[in-house]
């Protein structure tokens, strides 16, 4: 079954505990994206790859880290979390064609983050 | 900067009956490809429909289709005969074209309107 795997799905940590949340998927996408949801916010793009060792910042990139070593994974990684990177987290990913609407993201289940 | 706009932050709906989702959208692009995605409790992300800009026709999957308006930028989402599955938050989203050089695939999100169906 194609799918894009986050975890963990719930996190509480404190402010200041490097974590990290591990995305993986089984489709061989080139593309794989961060988004973090907040209320009245919408999903905003932290971070994306075009592929293996090819990352770039999307809209809210500060406090993020991100590698791509493997097609097929993409950890989000908070060196030192604060309250406000408390948010819901999603994992996403595509193939990558030129121009066409059929490459849709797939979405993971989503990560609950809470800093306190 | 692309920017989405859904004005609706909450709406109701009665069981069999129609609703429409407004969105609008701002661009300069003359091709792009426009979204809806659908929310429910469980948090996943759901793709409901798409639009592609150079395409005329409004796309339409069973009871869901679109309202399609390129020249005033709107792209409203119609959901027919509601069902009670069909409580959810929706997101409008826009993708950024193809940049020179490379494709991307950018989603651009709306604030999201949260639909109450009533039995």
């Known amino acids: 079954e194609a799918q894009v795997t986050q975890n963990p799905r719930y996190l509480i940590t404190v402010t200041g505990k490097k974590l990290t949340v591990t995305c993986s998927q089984n489709m061989n996408h080139e593309y794989m994206s961060w988004y973090r949801q907040d209320p009245g916010l919408g999903l905003r793009q932290i971070y994306y790859s075009m592929n293996v060792e090819v990352t770039d910042k999307g809209d809210v990139p500060e406090g993020y880290k991100v590698s791509r070593k493997e097609k097929r994974n993409f950890p989000l990684i908070l060196e030192s979390p604060s309250p406000n990177q408390t948010s819901l987290y999603f994992c996403?990913?595509?193939?990558?064609?030129?121009?066409?609407?059929?490459?849709?993201?797939?979405f993971g289940a989503g990560t609950r983050l809470s800093v306190l | 900067a692309q920017t989405v706009t859904q004005s609706q932050p909450e709406m109701s709906v009665q069981e069999a009956e129609t609703v429409t989702l407004s969105c609008t959208y701002d661009t300069s692009e003359s091709d792009y490809y426009l979204f809806w995605y659908k929310q429910p409790p469980s948090r996943q992300m759901i793709l409901v429909i798409r639009?592609?800009?150079?395409?005329?026709q409004n796309a339409t999957e069973n009871r869901f289709s679109v309202n399609f308006q390129k020249a005033a930028k709107s792209f409203s989402l119609k959901i027919s005969d509601s069902q009670l599955g069909d409580a959810a938050m929706y997101f409008c989203a826009y993708r950024v074209p193809p940049n020179y050089g490379g494709a991307t695939n950018k989603l651009i999100f709306g604030t999201g309107t949260l639909l109450a169906v009533q039995p």
């Open positions: 639009q592609e800009a150079y395409k005329q």
């Open positions: 996403a990913s595509s193939p990558l064609y030129r121009g066409s609407a059929k490459n849709i993201q797939y």
